[in-house]
């Protein structure tokens, strides 16, 4: 892609989303979201290299772990340099943390973790919960893609995907994910692929605009609803 584009994107903020593994469905807060900062981080780490990066919190335990800056009320009245900072002796924590470093490590860059007030935290808290409201969750069963991949395929790329519904393994997704080709479709051009497209239904008419504007090809699925333009 063309460089200004990126730049704009970056300037206007990467929202990241991972599914928690199987494993961690049931685990504390504070290794579910360590867990996310390893992901993130991992995903990310060549673009964060030879810099210093602030990494805000609302999980305490995370930040003690992380040896960041924590509120006075947290050590009880002593000197946050009367505590060892860093580490945790849960098997579990001391591993993504170590991990975290080794990126630190080999990427030469440095992370600065600071704990602020869940209301003060209002943008992150609310993307955490908002990939479970999104209605591209669904997708097409796989043995019917199957049937019109053969017809129309071999598609090349899905447009709208998640990690888990997607047809074909390159595919774009809303957020950044060190597995997607790119987030938001709509800033790419369609051409030269063979596009397998079912949006989410108030992206339909948009879809259809952008693909003629591209020149491409692909399969579009639309719902079949008497009361819509289509």
Same mark, same amino acid.
Request: contains cysteine; aromatic residues 14%; neutral net charge.
């Given at each position: 892609?063309?460089?200004?584009?990126?730049? $704009?994107?970056?300037?206007?903020?990467?929202?990241?989303?991972? =599914?928690?593994?199987?494993?961690?469905?049931?685990?504390?807060? @504070?290794? +579910?979201?360590? #867990?996310? &900062?390893?992901?993130?981080?991992?995903?990310?780490?060549?673009?964060?290299? $030879?810099?210093?990066?602030?990494? &805000?919190?609302?999980? /305490?335990?995370?930040? #003690?772990?992380?040896?960041?800056?924590? =509120?006075?009320?947290?050590?009880?009245? $002593?000197?946050?340099?009367?505590?060892?900072?860093?580490?945790? =002796?849960?098997?579990?924590?001391?591993?993504?943390? @170590?991990?975290?470093?080794?990126?630190?490590?080999?990427?030469?860059?440095?992370?600065?973790?600071?704990?602020?007030?869940?209301?003060?935290?209002?943008?992150?808290?609310?993307?955490?919960?908002?990939?479970?409201?999104?209605?591209?969750?669904?997708? /097409?069963? %796989?043995?019917?893609?199957?049937?019109?991949?053969?017809?129309?395929?071999?598609? @090349?790329?899905?447009?709208?995907?998640?990690?888990?519904? %997607?047809?074909? =393994?390159? #595919?774009?997704?809303?957020?950044?994910?060190?597995?997607?080709?790119?987030?938001?479709?709509?800033?790419?051009?369609?051409?030269?692929?063979?596009?397998?497209? #079912?949006?989410?239904?108030?992206?339909?008419?948009?879809?259809? %605009?952008?693909?003629?504007?591209? $020149?491409?090809?692909? @399969?579009?699925?639309?719902?079949?609803?008497?009361? +819509?333009?289509?």
């Amino acid at each position: 892609m063309q460089r200004d584009v990126i730049v $704009k994107y970056a300037c206007r903020g990467i929202h990241f989303y991972a =599914p928690l593994p199987e494993e961690l469905l049931d685990a504390s807060s @504070t290794l +579910s979201e360590l #867990f996310g &900062i390893y992901i993130f981080i991992s995903a990310a780490a060549a673009y964060l290299a $030879k810099g210093r990066h602030q990494v &805000i919190l609302d999980n /305490l335990g995370c930040v #003690f772990i992380m040896g960041g800056v924590v =509120p006075p009320f947290a050590v009880v009245g $002593k000197q946050w340099g009367e505590f060892v900072s860093g580490g945790s =002796p849960n098997p579990a924590l001391q591993r993504y943390a @170590t991990s975290i470093f080794d990126l630190g490590i080999w990427y030469e860059f440095e992370l600065m973790f600071e704990w602020r007030p869940r209301e003060l935290n209002i943008l992150a808290d609310y993307l955490s919960h908002v990939e479970e409201m999104l209605l591209h969750h669904y997708g /097409l069963q %796989r043995h019917l893609f199957r049937v019109l991949d053969d017809r129309w395929g071999p598609h @090349t790329i899905d447009r709208f995907a998640t990690v888990s519904n %997607r047809q074909v =393994p390159r #595919f774009n997704l809303q957020y950044f994910h060190s597995k997607s080709g790119w987030t938001d479709a709509f800033s790419l051009p369609w051409a030269g692929e063979n596009n397998w497209l #079912f949006p989410p239904i108030p992206q339909i008419a948009r879809t259809i %605009r952008h693909i003629r504007a591209s $020149k491409g090809v692909g @399969t579009l699925l639309l719902p079949q609803i008497f009361q +819509s333009d289509w």
